[in-house]
């Protein structure tokens, strides 16, 4: 009763919002005239002169009304289409830097159009983000003249673009592009050598299409480029030969639950001891497998009994094989072609659970992948090594101000708000929705369901009326066109097998007597029309490559008859919605039932369920399906019922908290990984520009030569010989030789010495070279390390973080122990690079060559190689080289004038330790 109260005097949130909303559209229209009256040629002139507003302090506030009237005049003498009030209030949002909620078929795409170009006046840029390719291209060649008729320049970033057109692209005004490949920029852009080659500007304002399905579906998979790693296929061939041999544990067939052992029985000592009846246990919502005790042995008889180890499972050769056949087991058990992924062109291609798409280039992590490829037999990539990561969410969340629009955010709200900070308005339609959204109905099996379901697309196709039935998988998919095609009901089928043809499948969905089958409808993009496409009629007239002109008359002579089946199929109800199935998130029924009713047309939309459905089986209450046979159900008869209703959303809201706990557990450990990666990818920009790199490795040999000193001289209380320690350290250390002081020589006398030796060194090597190539040598190396001991440092955080979860046992909290350890680990890094700079600079050795003058003397190229020893380099001592001009200076060589050091022989400072365990530890 309080909330009604509350919402009777303040009204709904909607309300509020759009209270605030009306006054903006009224200044907006209020422009509308003077935007008229502007000649096509001002439109580019007030383009400038709001630029230059911005430029001296107006806020775009204050230009909001005129921007937002002269970019939907704009649109209307580009495109012939005017922006309605609703989108103009949608625009409003997305400027605010807020989520808009706007239902499928009302101009989305058009309506970021006027948010788009005023935050363009401020001259940083403004990142349009869609899903895919298509939409990325279509949106950019479809708005794209909008926004240069005003003045502004447009571009798009594809996956098959080069580095340089890149370029050019992101320094449009208005850049189109994917979130993948956004992501992916600045991840390679972090791994350049150069600062020229860098391509992403700097990260000022984004509008996310389709942002739930961004922010919220995909936000569980971080983005990861990676390298070729080792190649293991021989263990996970191993493995995959031992995995079908395995056997799942027993379940009660009354429960279906695994068979536990007696809680008491542990204080009954003659009790016997538990039988797992398996190997294995399966855990199916979190993809997971847990092996038994019998279930290690009869691993372990196995792998002996093929030859694949020798010895026990534990030894530390051997226990690597639990990782690799649990993997097998993983495959083999929780992901099935066709569901999970397709194989295609001789790879395992992974399918979007949400969007029904491939996900071309990406790979299960973890060596699930590989397993995936040996079930498959076919052939097994390498595993991979994690270059650089970077989630979804902390990516966005970089940029000064995002904004998003989607037709289904509000189920999503709360997760919006807690994490990106981003309030979602929900914007009226143009027109009400008069689609018809009836009950679910439920069955006690598939077998009854798809019987009914194929009734219904009999019944309802001899009327025409179309139909799209929407499924959750390629297998389902494929079912249900085998049994219509049994039927003789033409139908087309969109999955992530022939994606090529999605748009043309779409645009004709809603023609009369169309059967579309569809994948996931989330986030597809393109408009279904009721009687089809008028533009697809047109292109069929006048061909794909006709003239404007041809278009304009093809569309003409295509109208009529588009006309009469447009208002067939209206008088028939419009588009038929079937749901095969309920997914896991509301939003994605949401998003399936929102094809239907666009602009204020007619639909219809029924989902239909049945006991059998993982989201039922995996989900809802166990005693559901028992219960309901026991009354009868069993005779493939329906029920409707508000206690079912509530079951399966109870369900989703049950899947869609443990997906959001899975994000939000990823973006906890990620923010421990983010604030460290953003101090690297600075410090690597610093080194990148910086062109007196020598002044800062030189500061490092001096911090590490005063450590030196003051550990010495604390020592010195007991052994009293304070620089003899100094000048062995500086050996080992450094491989310097330093004349020794006085006696009584103090800790500050010693510190001035080592600082005016080591820097008498280096200054003796930088007048051989000259101090710009001297520089281009450092950058080199300090890039390299960088590279090499961040890609070595997210290996050691991802193991760490598979780790710490096991201390939950100890009492203790899991991210607290990552934090605090990932802290450590990134320190030692930090110290290890700086050391490694420091002996390079100090150690390196340079000679001139008179013969080498005299060849390449016209040349004038310096080659840079460094294999000092000490140069601790990760496989003892590798050449690194490269070749530079070195402008008027010499040519020189710098190489190693001492004999190389094994990984595993003595260390040369007389320690009596394994150099890698010694001064080799750095490399």
């Known amino acids: 009763m309080g909330t009604s109260f509350f919402t009777k005097v303040f009204g709904t949130k909607q309300e509020k919002d759009l209270r605030g909303l009306y006054p903006v559209i009224q200044r907006v229209n209020a422009e509308e005239s003077w935007a008229k009256s502007l000649s096509n040629e001002q439109f580019p002139i007030q383009t400038a002169d709001f630029k230059a507003q911005v430029a001296n302090g107006s806020s775009l506030e204050s230009l909001l009304p005129k921007a937002f009237a002269l970019a939907r005049e704009a649109a209307f003498r580009v495109l012939g289409e005017r922006h309605y009030d609703v989108q103009i209030m949608g625009a409003t949002v997305l400027h605010q830097g807020n989520i808009l909620e706007m239902k499928t078929g009302e101009g989305k795409t058009l309506t970021c159009v006027p948010a788009a170009y005023l935050n363009a006046l401020e001259g940083k840029g403004v990142h349009i983000i869609t899903v895919n390719d298509y939409l990325a291209s279509r949106d950019s060649s479809w708005m794209g003249p909008v926004f240069e008729f005003l003045g502004l320049s447009v571009g798009v970033i594809l996956s098959n673009m080069d580095n340089e057109s890149r370029r050019i692209s992101y320094n449009a005004d208005i850049t189109y592009g994917t979130n993948n490949e956004f992501g992916f920029d600045y991840l390679r852009d972090n791994m350049k050598w150069s600062y020229a080659e860098k391509i992403q500007p700097k990260h000022h304002y984004c509008i996310i299409d389709e942002i739930d399905s961004i922010l919220i579906d995909e936000a569980r998979t971080p983005l990861i480029i990676s390298g070729q790693s080792e190649d293991d296929s021989a263990q996970v061939m191993g493995a995959q030969k031992i995995a079908s041999s395995l056997v799942e544990c027993e379940k009660n067939p009354e429960t279906g639950d695994y068979y536990e052992p007696d809680p008491l029985a542990r204080f009954d000592k003659k009790a016997e001891a538990f039988d797992d009846r398996g190997d294995y246990r399966l855990d199916e919502k979190q993809k997971k497998v847990s092996f038994t005790n019998q279930g290690m042995n009869h691993m372990e008889e196995l792998l002996q009994k093929n030859h694949t180890i020798t010895g026990s499972l534990y030894e530390d050769e051997n226990f690597e094989y639990v990782h690799y056949v649990t993997q097998a087991v993983k495959a083999l058990k929780l992901y099935a072609n066709d569901v999970d992924y397709v194989v295609a062109e001789g790879q395992v291609q992974i399918v979007d659970e949400f969007t029904g798409r491939i996900l071309h280039g990406r790979r299960y992590s973890d060596g699930l992948h590989q397993a995936i490829e040996a079930k498959e037999k076919i052939k097994i990539l390498g595993q991979n090594k994690t270059l650089a990561t970077i989630t979804f969410q902390n990516f ?36 009400p929705v008069i689609r018809k959204d009836n009950a679910d109905l439920v069955y006690y099996n598939e077998q009854f ?5 194929c009734k219904e697309i009999e019944r309802v196709h001899k009327t025409g009326q179309p139909i799209l039935v929407g499924t959750i998988s390629i297998e389902k998919s494929e079912m249900l066109s085998v049994l219509l095609r049994k039927m003789g009901i033409k139908h087309e089928v969109l999955n992530a097998k022939n994606h090529a043809r999605e748009a043309l499948i779409i645009e004709e969905a809603g023609a009369k007597g169309a059967v579309t089958i569809a994948t996931n409808m989330a986030g597809r993009g393109t408009d279904i029309k009721l009687g089809g496409s008028l533009e697809a009629r047109a292109h069929r007239i006048c061909g794909t490559e006709a003239t404007p002109a041809e278009m304009v008359e093809a569309t003409k002579q295509a109208y009529p008859a588009w006309k009469k089946d447009y208002e067939e199929v209206k008088q028939l109800g419009g588009l038929y919605i079937m749901g095969t199935e309920r997914h896991e998130s509301r939003r994605i029924d949401n998003q399936l039932r929102g094809r239907a009713g666009r602009q204020g047309d007619p639909g219809t939309s029924r989902f239909y369920v049945s006991l059998d459905d993982s989201l039922m089986r995996l989900f809802a209450n166990d005693n559901i399906k028992s219960m309901l046979g026991k009354i009868g159900m069993q005779d493939g008869e329906p029920i409707e019922h508000r206690m079912l209703s509530n079951a399966i959303e109870k369900a989703q809201k049950r899947v869609e908290d443990r997906n959001f706990e899975i994000r939000k557990h990823l973006l906890d450990y990620d923010d421990v990984l983010n604030e460290q990666r953003n101090f ?62 006085a006696a009584d020589a103090t800790k500050d006398e010693y510190k001035a010495h080592l600082i005016t030796c080591i820097d008498k060194e280096v200054n003796d090597k930088v007048e051989l070279t000259g101090e710009k190539p001297f520089n281009d040598f450092l950058r080199f190396n300090y890039l390299r390390q960088i590279d090499i001991r961040w890609q070595d440092h997210l290996t050691a955080l991802e193991d760490l973080r598979d780790a710490v979860g096991l201390r939950s046992y100890a009492q203790k909290n899991p991210l607290v122990e990552y934090k605090v350890e990932g802290f450590e680990i990134f320190t030692q890094m930090l110290e290890d690079i700086k050391a490694f700079m420091a002996n390079t600079l100090v150690r390196v050795q340079i000679t001139h060559s008179d013969d080498q003058y005299a060849r390449k003397a016209s040349s004038h190229r310096t080659v840079e190689t460094h294999n000092a020893k000490g140069a601790f380099s990760s496989n003892g001592g590798a050449a690194q080289g490269r070749g ?15 004999p190389k050091v094994g990984r595993n022989d003595p260390c040369p400072c007389g320690s009596g330790k394994k150099y890698k365990n010694c001064h080799g530890r750095n490399a």
Not at 404 to 415: F, I, K, L, N
Not at 726 to 737: D, M, N, V, Y
Not at 889 to 894: F, I, L, Y
Request: one cysteine or more; aromatic letters at 6%; hydrophobic letters at 35%.
């Open 396 to 431: 966005f969340r970089m940029y000064e101000k995002i904004s998003g629009m989607t037709g289904t955010a509000d189920t999503e709200a709360p997760e919006f708000l807690k994490i990106y900070n981003l309030d979602v308005v929900v914007i009226p339609t143009n027109k």
């Open 449 to 453: 369901k798809y019987e009914a379901i």
């Open 680 to 741: 690297m990818y600075s410090e690597r920009d610093a080194i990148l520009t910086d062109e007196h790199l020598l002044q800062r490795v030189m500061k490092a040999c001096h911090e590490i030569s005063d450590a030196i000193v003051d550990s010495a001289f604390t020592a010195s209380k007991e052994d009293n010989e304070p620089g003899v320690k100094i000048l062995e350290e500086i050996e080992a250390q450094f491989h310097l030789t330093v004349p020794p002081l």
């Open 884 to 898: 530079q001009q070195s402008g008027e200076t010499s040519p020189v060589t710098v190489r190693r004038t001492t």
